[in-house]
């Protein structure tokens, strides 16, 4: 499963990327959303998780793409836990239901 991560803090995306790559995923990581569409559109990707800090317009806009590629949209939220706990219990359950639908 090849997952985008788009977030807007560079050190909070390659963290989370490299939990995700230590259970499994295949990760591309994103800060902007041209990058983020760019790997949409490429055709690799089977979900794209959505940082909590990405704004209102840049999250419609890559989850159309997203959408219009088939690719799965996952919405990430902002938490004050220890991020391996975050990545354990709610993105790697999400991103199994989506990849499992």
């Known amino acids: 499963m090849t997952v985008v991560l788009l ?3 560079p050190k909070v995306v390659k963290s989370v990327g490299s939990e995700l790559r230590a259970r499994g995923f295949s990760v591309v990581e994103c800060t902007g ?13 089977t979900a794209i998780v959505i940082g909590g800090g990405v704004e209102p317009a840049s999250r ?3 989850t159309s793409a997203a959408r219009a590629h088939g690719v799965a949209v996952v919405a990430g939220r902002r938490g004050d836990g220890p991020l391996a706990t975050y ?3 709610v993105l790697v359950p999400e991103l199994r239901e989506v990849s499992a639908a």
Not at 33 to 45: F, H, K, L, Y
Request: avoid cysteine; glycine fraction near 10%; charge should be negative.
């Open 33 to 45: 959303d041209d990058e983020a569409v760019a790997a949409v559109d490429s055709g690799d990707a």
């Open 87 to 89: 990545v354990d219990e």
């Open 7 to 9: 977030g807007r803090e």
């Open 60 to 62: 419609e806009r890559v």
